[in-house]
């Protein structure tokens, strides 16, 4: 599997000409023994060939349900059960990949992920959508997550499957990689975010002084700016130096998307064509990837077929390597440099320095340019993408609470009235952090992720058999996808009470609510858990929390312009208003999802400069 792994990692259609060779062989090779042995040979050729056509469909079949009786019999002995299975009315359950692939189209990011549940009770949390007969797990239960993510975290792994779908986004970087290679990738990044570096706080510094300064200049213009597109420049911009060691990005400075003229991007929304940069083309071809493979996700390993003549990432594919390249080519020829200047006299050239960037300090590691390039690809996505996606929802949020807000902005007031708050000035916003944490519940940067299971599977659920005892799940096959949706898990009212689907800060500083929380924690995972749980968790936070401070030092007043001045085609649908107890049904703008989370042409925002 593995050679075939590392071909298809050059050429998909390896994989999916793999996937018809084992559906057509097993049965053309029993065929060709019944022909041969069984049928006799003066026998008309009319019955040879109806034999082979009916072949497959019959093996398949038999298989099928010989394997889903024998699979119902060993949970039973086990005490277990098999998930339940969504029920199409199409062959293969096509008609229900369709309505999941209504998630990416036309409907808010969970409800049709929530309607497969709603079939089965309000009590059922794992799923089995088997698409085109192969089982594919759904579940919004924290319990089945806490197994797949942490203690039984050997059993479930990305695989050679997932792997091969998210490709070309990722390549052999430390969010597509399992096992010993992912251990070295983890390995090599870990030391980079296990320290508090000063210098965080001065890039922090640098680049939100530059936000400052245009929301300044909208406010006193009376116009909204679009904050999802400012925050994800204000994230590069500061992870240019933190990641890439560039300070010269300066997106920043480039010409932004204004109110009414801007044009509807891959995610958010763009400048006119007239107007666009390098910046511009890398963010759109970034943000076009994530798009363009979320598809993949619930297509199942037949996924190719849809991409057989043309990659969907392609297009996009150049340009971001067009970007990326030249800075991984800079920092190695800046190393050879300094190989030569202190080989010389015998230094150490390997040592690394704690205030470095990220990119010289895993070229310090390997000489790898592709290992490199992979590496910074997949924590620029963890460092711009999500800081950037938890930073647009809180100001939405805030602006749709404005007392709430006026909350956050005393605190601040009373502990950094002005200039720019340090290390231990963040530790003690309490509601700061509140309403950060609130913000991921609802609105997590990734909102679904997946694993396989590398053998059958018990998992254990939330769900209670009628004795009172967990109710066990059985996974018979290996890599069986389990899909595990964050966002719906966030919003359980089993879990958080009945307003579950309200922005309440409050519930992460009141005892109570805090002692649920920390007693369950894995019904809260925004920044994953287990192992695998984000090494960036802390520079995210305390970047957040940084540009919060700064923006409500000068700003008082917040009011949502999605519906004046967002691009067209971006609007949620009316009929989102009725759908009560979903919040769907009070949002005034799109969330989408990608591999990230966002909002559909931006999060457009006008603000009031504050006169006290």
Known sequence: MYYIFEAAKRNYRVYIAVVFLNLLVPPIALAALVSHFLLPQDLARTYHVLLYLLATPIYWTVRIQYGDWANQKVAKRLGAVV???????????????????KIKQTSYASTEMDALFDEFGPDVHTVNFRVLWQDALLTRDHLVMKQVLATGFDDFVKGIPVRLKLYDLFGDGVFNTDGAEWKAHRALTRPFFARERITDFEHFDKYSNKVIDILRKRAEDGESIDLQDLFGRF????????LFGVPDFNTLDAPLPRPGQSTLGPKGSSPPEAESTPYTDFVNAFEGTLVAIFPRVFRGNLWPLWE?????????????????????????????????????DGDDVNTASDEGSLLEHIAQSTDNEKLIRDELLNILLASRDTTACLLSFLFYLLSLHPGKLAKLREEILAEVPSGAPSYDDVRRLKYLRACLNETLRLFPPVPL?????TRPALLRTSELNPDGSPKMIYVPYPETPIRYATILMQQRKDLWGSKATEFIPERWIERESVNEITADPFKFIAFNAGPRICLGQNFAYNEASFLVVRIL????????????????????????????GHRQAVEELWPGTAATLYSRGGVWIKMKIATS
């Not at 992720?449 to 299971?453: A, G, I, L, Q, T």
């Not at 700003?555 to 208003?577: H, I, M, N, T, Y």
């Open 83 to 101: 998930a339940p299975e969504a029920r199409g009315k199409w062959p293969g359950n096509l008609d229900v990949l369709l309505r999941v692939a």
């Open 235 to 242: 994230t590069l911009d500061a992870a240019g130096e933190f």
């Open 308 to 344: 057989l003549f043309k990659n969907s990432t392609s297009e996009y594919n150049k340009t971001v390597n067009d970007w990326i390249n030249p800075l991984v080519r800079r920092v190695m020829d800046a190393k050879k440099t300094k190989e030569k200047a202190v080989g010389q």
């Open 449 to 453: 992720n997946m694993k396989v299971n």
């Open 553 to 580: 030092q000068n700003f008082d007043s917040f009011q949502v312009r999605q519906r004046e001045d967002a691009p067209a085609g971006c609007l949620p649908p009316k009929e989102w208003k009725e759908k009560p």
